[in-house]
T-cell receptor, first 112, second 110 residues
Framework: QKEVEQDPGPLSVPEGAIVSLNCTYS??????FMWYRQYSRKGPELLMY????GNKEDGRFTAQVDKSSKYISLFIRDSQPSDSATYLC????????????FGKGTKLTVNP | DVKVTQSSRYLVKRTGEKVFLECVQD?????MFWYRQDPGLGLRLIYF???????EKGDIPEGYSVSREKKERFSLILESASTNQTSMYLC?????????FGPGTRLTVT
């Protein structure tokens, strides 16, 4: 089983839709959870990070972590065409190696 | 804001050439990383460094080496470029857990 699984999509939604992006992981030692956004031909940009179960909100973005199910989500409210990008989840153990484990990314297109 | 810069956005090299990719960060971060990104394979870690002159192999170090002589600079070296090293190369730095990426270098080896 891979350490982090992420549905590659592609996901296509109309403008204004609520988007749900998800990852599952297998190692219960993972404690820090991050979401990156990557526009075409650019480097990944850190969007949000959290280290606890529950929700963390930042504007239209909400990161959700369920450690009991080993499941993390990113919700985008009122999606915009500018949100069209590939979204990668990334996870790391606390106090261990500083290597991140990345999902392969979900490609999202928001249609005007 | 954290800034990570890479020496080139696009690079074309011939098979057998020695290639240097440079990365500089301005946040005094201890940790720096080199990844390559290929369609369907995601981000794969080549090498990383915890400190000056320290380096650790990542998941795919074969055909690559690195150099970190100064804290802010981390170089990736392709000793003898091959066509299977055509890829997007991404550098990142981190102080704690969050990694900050540069814009990437699209390398084509012909």
């Amino acid at each position: 089983q891979k350490e982090v699984e992420q549905d590659p999509g592609p996901l296509s939604v109309p403008e204004g839709a609520i988007v749900s992006l998800n990852c599952t992981y297998s190692n219960s030692a993972f404690q820090y959870f991050m979401w990156y956004r990557q526009y075409s031909r650019k480097g990944p940009e850190l969007l949000m990070y959290t280290y606890s179960s529950g929700n963390k909100e930042d504007g239209r973005f909400t990161a959700q972590v369920d450690k009991s199910s080993k499941y993390i989500s990113l919700f985008i409210r009122d999606s915009q065409p500018s949100d069209s990008a590939t979204y990668l989840c990334a996870i790391i153990t606390q106090g261990g190696s500083e290597k991140l484990v990345f999902g392969k990314g979900t490609k999202l297109t928001v249609n005007p | 804001d954290v800034k990570v810069t890479q020496s080139s956005r696009y690079l074309v090299k011939r098979t057998g050439e020695k290639v240097f990719l440079e990365c500089v960060q301005d946040m005094d971060h201890e940790n720096m990383f080199w990844y390559r990104q290929d369609p369907g394979l995601g981000l794969r870690l080549i090498y990383f460094s915890y400190d000056v002159k320290m380096k650790e192999k990542g998941d795919i170090p074969e055909g690559y080496s690195v150099s970190r002589e100064k804290k802010e600079r981390f170089s990736l070296i392709l000793e003898s470029a091959s066509t299977n090293q055509t890829s997007m190369y991404l550098c990142a730095s981190s102080g704690y857990y969050e990694q900050y990426f540069g814009p990437g270098t699209r390398l084509t080896v012909t």
